[in-house]
């Protein structure tokens, strides 16, 4: 009654061995012979037995210290009389492969539920891990992610180099309050966007500066884009977008790994949008600046007018739109703008926005 049929494994070797279990009261027995035919038997004490989750009809225990010794048994009728014979201890806890025995409706709720978890992982748990991640990460090695990025991103523009060194000497006139190392590149392309890079990196399309009228214009578009970085903006929405591989990455310090995949995906992440939070805590850091350096707030003013008369046909899809209203933008910098007190004029800032009017003709 207590007897079984069994495959034994004794961890040293890689044969098995057909072999006889017997249940006693505190031990199990083990009776087998080994290579040579000499008849041998193995006690296994009860509190070492560890049963092995499976998802089959194969019984697997282990005993013992690494190598561990394992038997297999076959036999249906093995959980039954464990469970009579030692009722004190557990062998087989409930198993995944019972949901399947549950009826079709059971099964609906059930994936239904687990639908419904990973959805609110993904739409408050990912988000909320990404910075937290962020938060935590080197800035050497975010600047080093930015470099890469911009490495395999760049290949694709049509660098103006006069325009770039007079628009980083531009930068250089305004402290926007941030430790990271601001590199400012100016490509040539008609649509009127820019976009901001972890670790410092920014790329202006000439056609946004060709729209501009002042310095105070240029200076609110890069003071928002540097504020992407200095919150780590753009560090943040990556690692929502490529969660899973990156922070697994993260976790085993795999920074070669985070680079490879960096690497592969340049433009895509390039043109991630922001969140309605992310955007208005863009503005909010930007026009702080501003304020700090006596600058104009007038230049949000007039570049939210120009982004909205450039897209006012995206602009008015509220519902549908990632960013915040270009008009919801405009209205509070307008608000801002109202209230600004000190402003002083800059002659150096306008000398060097005058040979950026002079290099865009």
């Given at each position: 009654m207590y007897n079984y049929s069994v495959r034994y494994h004794d961890g040293r070797l890689s044969i098995a061995h057909d072999a006889t279990l017997t249940l006693m009261p505190?031990?199990?027995?083990?009776?087998?012979?080994?290579?040579?035919?000499?008849?041998?038997?193995?006690?296994?004490?009860?509190?070492?037995?560890?049963?092995?989750?499976?998802?089959?009809?194969?019984?697997?225990?282990?005993?013992?210290?690494?190598?561990?010794?394992?038997?297999?048994?076959?036999?249906?009728?093995?959980p039954a009389t464990l469970k009579k014979r030692y009722p004190e201890k557990v062998f087989f806890k409930r198993r995944i492969t019972n949901i399947f025995k549950l009826n079709n409706?059971?099964?609906?709720?059930?994936?239904?539920?687990?639908?419904?978890?990973?959805?609110?992982?993904?739409?408050?748990?990912?988000?909320?891990?990404?910075?937290?991640?962020?938060?935590?990460?080197?800035?050497s090695t975010e600047v080093e992610m930015g470099d890469t990025m911009?490495?395999?991103?760049?290949?694709?523009?049509?660098?103006?180099?006069?325009?770039?060194?007079?628009?980083?000497?531009?930068?250089?006139?305004?402290?926007?309050?941030?430790?990271?190392?601001?590199?400012?590149?100016?490509?040539k392309e008609k649509e009127?966007?820019?976009?901001?890079?972890?670790?410092?990196?920014?790329?202006?399309?000439?056609?946004?500066?060709?729209?501009?009228?002042t310095k105070e214009e240029l200076a609110a578009l890069l003071a928002h884009e540097v504020s992407h970085v200095h919150y780590r903006h753009s560090l943040r929405n990556i690692f929502r977008s490529l969660g899973g591989y990156l922070f697994l990455s993260v976790l085993?310090?795999?920074?070669?790994?985070?680079?490879?995949?960096?690497?592969?995906?340049?433009?895509?992440?390039?043109n991630l949008t922001y969140s309605r939070e992310l955007e208005s805590e863009a503005d909010q850091k930007a026009m702080a600046v501003f304020q700090a350096d006596g600058l104009d707030l007038q230049g949000f003013v007039d570049l939210f007018t120009t982004l909205k008369n450039e897209h006012e046909d995206v602009a008015n899809l509220k519902l549908l739109s990632t960013h915040p209203l270009t008009g919801d933008r405009l209205r509070a910098a307008e608000e801002m703008a109202k209230r600004q007190k000190a402003v002083r004029e800059d002659?150096?800032?306008?000398r060097k926005w005058e040979r950026i009017e002079e290099d865009l003709e």
């Open positions: 505190d031990h199990w027995l083990i009776h087998y012979r080994d290579p040579s035919g000499e008849l041998t038997s193995v006690r296994w004490t009860l509190p070492g037995i560890v049963t092995d989750e499976n998802f089959s009809n194969l019984f697997i225990f282990r005993y013992g210290d690494f190598p561990q010794q394992t038997i297999e048994c076959k036999e249906e009728s093995l409706a059971t099964i609906v709720g059930v994936a239904l539920a687990v639908l419904m978890l990973m959805g609110l992982g993904y739409w408050f748990g990912l988000p909320w891990l990404a910075g937290a991640v962020a938060s935590r990460f080197p800035v911009y490495d395999n991103m760049i290949q694709a523009y049509d660098v103006d180099d006069q325009l770039t060194a007079a628009t980083n000497d531009f930068v250089k006139s305004i402290d926007f309050k941030t430790h990271y190392p601001i590199r400012i590149t100016v490509v009127v966007n820019a976009f901001a890079l972890p670790g410092g990196r920014i790329v202006v399309f000439d056609g946004i500066l060709r729209k501009m009228k085993v310090n795999d920074i070669n790994g985070i680079v490879t995949v960096l690497a592969d995906n340049s433009n895509m992440l390039a002659v150096a800032l306008e």
